[in-house]
């Protein structure tokens, strides 16, 4: 089993609309969860941790069930700049630094 | 900017060479992270280091990889007697020193891509 498990999409949404992206993960040591966005042939840039049940940062909202070992991230309203491949990410739990990537989640917001 | 910066941006070699991978940290940050994504692929971790430390290699290939950090200058991946499967995008991340859980955000730079021939 996979470490971290992500929808891949496509998702092909309008602007305005609302996403939603949902990830599970098989290390119930896990400490840290992140979503990372990465666009085509860059880097991957941290979007939001989530530490505790969820947080909020502006139109992105992330949540995180522990006893179901799954992490969502929603976006409101969105954006062309938002069209991205949205990474789920987690720490591998006995080692801090260690990350667990999902292969992506690809979001294409349209006109 | 005092972001992470790796170089060279690309890469090509040979068959048989070798490839040295250079990342600096963002200024702060003692801690530094090599991932590789191979073309369609999700990042997969290699090593885990601190100042002239290593602290985790697991995600490391047994033979021909290699990783340092000293105390001055930047961090090095080292691949030796490349071969085509080793052609990818290799990522360097850096975070601040550990403690708290949010000290461990790692943060990319913009990746060397090596291109073996």
């Known amino acids: 089993r996979k470490e971290v498990e992500q929808d891949p999409g496509p998702f092909n949404v309008p602007e305005g609309a609302t996403v939603a992206f949902n990830c599970t993960y098989s290390?119930?040591?896990?400490?840290?969860f992140f979503w990372y966005r990465q666009d085509c042939r860059k880097e991957p840039k941290l979007l939001m941790s989530?530490?505790?049940s969820g947080n909020e940062d502006g139109r992105f909202t992330a949540q995180l069930n522990r006893a179901s070992q799954y992490i969502s991230l929603l976006i409101r309203d969105s954006k062309l700049s938002d069209s991205a491949t949205y990474l789920c990410?987690?720490?591998?739990?006995?080692?801090?630094?260690?990350?667990?990537f999902g292969r992506g989640t690809q979001l294409t917001v349209w006109p | 900017n005092a972001g992470v910066m790796q170089n060279p941006r690309h890469l090509v070699r040979r068959r048989g060479q070798e490839a040295r991978l250079r990342c600096s940290p963002m200024?702060?940050?003692?801690?530094v992270y090599w991932y590789r994504q191979l073309p369609e692929e999700g990042l997969k971790f290699m090593v885990y280091?601190?100042?002239?430390?290593?602290?985790?290699e697991s995600g490391m290939p047994k033979e021909r990889f290699s990783a340092e950090f000293p105390k001055e200058g930047p961090s090095i991946l080292r691949i030796q007697q490349v071969v085509r499967g080793d052609s990818a995008a290799y990522f360097c991340?850096?975070?601040?020193?550990?403690?708290?859980?949010?000290?461990?955000?790692?943060?990319f730079g913009p990746g060397t891509r090596l291109t073996v021939t």
């Open positions: 290390n119930s040591a896990s400490q840290s």
């Open positions: 280091l601190q100042k002239e430390n290593i602290i985790d």
């Open positions: 989530v530490y505790s």
């Open positions: 991340a850096s975070s601040p020193k550990g403690g708290q859980l949010k000290s461990y955000e790692q943060y």
């Open positions: 990410v987690v720490n591998g739990g006995s080692t801090l630094g260690r990350l667990y």
């Open positions: 200024k702060g940050h003692s801690h």
